[in-house]
Every structure is written in C-alpha cells, then in structure tokens.
C-alpha cells in the first residue's frame, strides 16, 4: 500500500536506509539534500519503506503544486525491490489529487507510458562508465575533444584538487550566468550551501584550472553519489574558452578515476554544445522521462505554463 506522507511524517532514517539499499539510488534523494533543495518536501511511501517518491511541494496563488528544485536532475521512484513500469504507475497514480500541476523528473529506471491528461518528455542524461584503464577511454575520446586537450596541454595550465567552492560559482555568474537568467541570488546561495555540506560529509571532489599567472580559470564541483561522480555544478572564464581548462579539468578527473567500479554522471544538457562536450569524452546518452500533469480549471493553465518556462522547464 502507498501512502501520502506530509513531511513531519517522514522517518528520514528509514527514508534514506531506502535510498541507499536502492539500486536506483541517487544523491538527490537523500533527505539532507532534499532538505536544502525543496524544503518542506512531501512524499509517497511504499509498506515500511520499501519504496519512495519524494514530491517537493509548494502553493502559488493559493494552488498546490510538485516541481523540480534546482540543482536536482532526477528524482521519480526509488525502491529495494527491481522496478516495472506497474511500479511506477502505482506511484503516479498515487500522487494526491491535491497536487493541481505536477512537473517532475522520474529517474531512468523508471518506465513509463502516459495516460489521458499527462505528458511525458524524454530528457537525456549522459554518463560514461569509468571502469576501463585510462589509455582505453582516452581512445573514445572524439577527435575535437583530443585537439583541445593538447591545445590546453599546450598553454601551460595546471590543475589544483582544492579551491574555495564561490570562486567557481561567481565564475559562472560573471560569465555564462548573465545569460543564464533562472537563477536568482537565492538560488546561487544555495548552492554554496549544498556544496559546504557536500564537503563536510566528505562528498565533493572539487578540481580548478590556472593559467601560468596563476590565474583561475575554470572549475568543476563534483559529487559522489555512491558509484556514481556527479558532475553537478561548473564555472569557467571568458580566458577558458580560449585554452581548452574545461576539458583538461574532466580528462584530468577521468585520468585519476579510470579502472574503478565508477559511472562519471555528466548530468547531461538540453544544450547542444554542452551536450557535444559531454559526449566528446566517450559517454553514452541514457534517457529518463519528466512528467507533467495539469489539473488545473482551464484560466489557470496558462499561468502554470508561463511559471513553468521562467524556470527553464
């Protein structure tokens, strides 16, 4: 039986004892981060916690809804137990009539056909197994990635496994965040929140990138998610694009970790070019879905739509 459970009803214990016995575990499932992410989270559960779904929570004009937070790729069902798409319909059918627009991503093992008044989207995630040596990955390598890596080699850079988590982040904002509208200072904040937290459980491999003047240049957050390195958040300069630091930063990453039992989560990209980045060092696209269902009386839908897409949905 699936039951609705309001968040002060949630045994957190029991809630991530679920999500590290999953197969399908991930990160962002773990009540810490949901905590920071979609406060106040609410969530479907299966018998003794068996299998979840978080549903992060909020109300806008007066109307509840489940959304997508931030820096959170994929969410959907996570279980002990193997995973059918019954499954995962048990647990979309559950989600509480109350919930008038629901706009989540489920996770890849969860299958999914859509029924009357829901919308599936195919979204792409890309993901390169770790587990060859390193002379082995290096050779999937495309051949544009191989010309900015000796370009980068070239320029006299050098890497650094430590740095101050703002530096990268005002990296971005300066940068390709000004064309980045979605986030707000709040958001950005938050960010420099998950990222302390993740260090101080011991999650976050932070690399960045410095020219010969020891300027930085380019840096990467990542984190461990337990076989899986999430390549979660990255800011570079203007210089960056110029000698190649972004994919020194994750050739370097890949040569430290190659030969492990290790999936490198890209997280993949809507965006063409950083998705030709991403697969340029031989990872592979595999696709979970995102759900959307609206309930709501027809003057209303409108509204949804336009909040939708300010969040970049």
């Given amino acids: ?27 962002y499932a773990f009540s810490w981060y949901l905590n920071m992410t979609a406060p106040g989270w609410h969530a479907l559960v299966e018998g003794d916690y068996r299998s979840v779904m978080p549903l992060p929570r909020r109300r806008k004009w007066g109307i509840a809804y489940a959304y997508q937070p931030f820096f959170v790729q994929q969410l959907g069902i996570f279980s002990t137990l193997s995973l059918s798409e019954e499954t995962t319909r048990s647990f979309v059918n559950a989600i509480p009539p109350e919930y008038r627009w629901v706009h989540l991503n489920l996770n890849t093992y969860n299958p999914l056909q859509p029924k009357e008044g829901e919308q599936l989207v195919k979204r792409i995630n890309c993901e390169l197994d770790l587990i060859s040596p390193y002379e082995q990955l290096r050779k999937a390598y495309s051949n544009n990635t191989r010309r900015n890596l000796r370009k980068a080699e070239n320029s006299g850079l050098f890497i650094t496994h430590h740095g101050q988590p703002e530096v ?100 993949g990209s809507s965006d063409a ?41």
Avoid at 4 to 27: E, F, R, T, V
Avoid at 224 to 252: C, P, W, Y
């Fill in 1 to 27: 039986m699936i039951r609705y459970l309001k968040h002060d009803q949630i045994d957190q214990d029991k809630w991530d004892a679920c999500i590290n016995a999953s197969p399908n575990g991930l990160l």
């Fill in 273 to 313: 070019n950083l998705a030709r980045f991403y697969l340029g060092f031989g990872s592979k696209e595999c696709v979970f879905l995102q759900i959307k269902i609206n309930r709501l009386p027809g003057i209303l839908k409108p509204m949804m739509n336009l909040l939708e897409r300010v969040r970049g949905g």
């Fill in 168 to 267: 990268i982040i005002d990296a971005f904002r300066q940068n390709r965040g000004k064309q980045f509208r979605k986030f707000t200072d709040q958001d950005y904040l938050l960010l420099r929140h998950l990222v302390y937290s993740g260090i101080h459980r011991g999650l976050v491999n932070l690399r960045c990138a410095y020219t010969r003047e020891n300027n930085f240049c380019a840096g990467i957050i990542f984190f461990k998610s337990r076989n899986k390195q999430i390549f979660l958040f990255s800011g570079a300069t203007a210089e960056a694009r110029q000698n190649a630091a972004m994919h020194l930063l994750v050739d370097d990453f890949i040569r430290q970790h190659a030969a492990q039992d290790l999936v490198l989560d890209f997280e």
